[in-house]
């Protein structure tokens, strides 16, 4: 009996250690496919150990000697090269190592052959990089920004880099700065086929016209950060269209389309004003000269836009008089009417306040210049495409260009007020009502049935020192 017991106590010992031998394998089997270890551990602490290293030392060595390109290479590559810009260690000197990477992993390659693997093993790992959900936004954004500035042998850009790049831009799942980073990468293949470039390159430059069409027709989600960004992406990317019209110009198709997208969002007037603005820059661009029935649509359009440029401006500064009288800060009941931000200020008790020479900020003055010199701009060339029946154009495109060169000459809200009626011309306020509201408020509704008020209504009702 004993012996049976001792028997079944072995026996429970023996399972209990079994299950515990299964339960610590799965674990560590879960843990092996876990994200986290399945990243290898740094060979290289940081870019400088990484830089004086005898691996990379050896990599450099046999390239130069016109070695072809190996997987031993690659590996060094991508999982020691370029993985410096995600680690913590380096992110403050990013720009910099971008800046070397390049040189250190590229520049000694001699053979055609291999420099075109490392190339492409550079692309794609740098993709991969950038698209990184967990990992630093700055170092994924600097993979992308050194995406777009790989070059080939002979120091042009990388062509195998640009749809990845269009990608990129155009992947709503990617990290909004990075998406901005893909584009700087697209500017800089526009830019590159200006001046006496190749016909290659300028053909290259074309061939993004189908990602430009694509991105002035973005409608993703609306959300704060998505707002924003596709209006600074589609903004950019109408810069881009006028660089390629010229080069375009053999096969109009393509650049047809873009036109069409544009057209869009010139004609949607919830689209904030600056876009439209450049909306129209480019439509004018692609007028010719028997489409004077389409130019006539595109004016109209134009003066639209000015219009709706003016009467922000217009908004903006009633809503800051509004929060000045709010606030005390308006002229009361001390001085005449019209002395309020150009000669003198008087406070809540009457002392004087610094005179403020203009209620809307500079910056936002010199908006409304560029806008305004802009759509100039766009009659100009429109004027210019139809000749003999564009003349009515001309004159349009003369007095906005006046006006903005006029708020450009002294930024302020005189020039931009009177800008604004020059544009969008409002009804003259009588010599009592301009008395009763020298600060351009609303005037309060007459009372019905023509009796008058029970008690005076005061000059500016929301004013908390206003003394009944």
Request: net charge neutral; proline share 7%.
């Amino acid at each position: 009996m004993m012996r049976i017991q001792r028997t079944s106590r072995q026996l429970r010992f023996k399972c209990a250690i079994a299950c515990a031998t299964v339960l610590l394998a799965c674990g560590f089997f879960v843990a092996l496919s876990s994200p986290a270890a399945a990243q290898q551990k740094q060979r290289f602490e940081n870019w400088p150990a990484f830089e004086a290293s005898a691996a990379l030392k050896a990599y450099r060595s046999e390239l130069a000697a016109g070695g072809g390109f190996t997987d031993r290479h690659r590996q060094l590559l991508v999982d020691d090269g370029l993985a410096q810009l995600m680690m913590d260690a380096n992110r403050d000197r990013l720009a910099s190592i971008r800046a070397r990477l390049p040189a250190v992993l590229l520049g000694k390659i001699t053979n055609a052959a291999a420099y075109g693997e490392a190339s492409t093993a550079a692309v794609e790992a740098l993709d991969q990089l950038a698209r990184r959900a967990k990992g630093t936004v700055e170092g994924s954004v600097n993979a992308c920004l050194l995406l777009g500035e790989l070059q080939t042998q002979e120091g042009q850009l990388l062509a195998a880099a640009t749809p990845v790049l269009c990608e990129l831009t155009l992947d709503a799942a990617v990290t909004p700065a990075v998406r901005v980073a893909a584009l700087v990468g697209i500017r800089g293949r526009v830019e590159a086929a200006g001046g006496g470039s190749t016909p290659e390159i300028k053909q290259a430059a074309v061939g993004l016209l189908p990602t430009v069409e694509r991105l002035l027709q973005l409608d993703e989600p609306p959300a704060a950060a998505t707002t924003v960004l596709i209006d600074w992406l589609q903004q950019r990317t109408l810069d881009l269209a006028v660089k390629l019209v010229p080069l375009a110009a053999a096969d109009p198709q393509p650049l047809a389309a873009v036109g069409t997208a544009a057209l869009t969002l010139l004609q949607n007037a919830g689209k904030p004003v600056n876009l439209r603005v450049r909306a129209a820059g480019l439509l004018a661009r692609l007028v010719k000269a028997d489409e004077a029935t389409r130019a006539a649509e595109i004016v109209d359009l134009i003066e639209a836009v000015a219009v709706a440029a003016v009467v922000e401006d217009r908004e903006a500064l009633a809503l800051i008089k509004l929060e000045r009288s709010l606030s005390g800060l308006d002229s009361q009941a001390g001085g005449p009417p019209g002395m309020m931000a150009e000669s003198m200020m008087i406070g809540p008790n009457g002392e004087s306040l610094p005179a403020v020479p203009s209620l809307l900020p500079g910056p936002r003055c010199l908006q409304t210049s560029w806008r305004l010199g802009s759509l100039a701009e766009a009659l100009a060339a429109i004027a210019t495409a139809l000749d003999d029946a564009g003349k009515p154009y001309e004159q349009r495109a003369g007095k906005l260009r006046d006006l903005g060169l006029a708020i450009y000459k002294d930024p302020g809200d005189k020039t931009v007020l009177a800008a604004a009626d020059a544009v969008d011309p409002q009804p003259e306020a009588s010599d009592t009502d301009a008395a009763a509201n020298p600060a351009g408020m609303v005037k309060p509704p007459a009372p019905t049935g023509g009796r008058p008020p029970s008690e005076p209504r005061p000059n500016t009702p929301f004013s908390p020192f206003q003394i009944r």
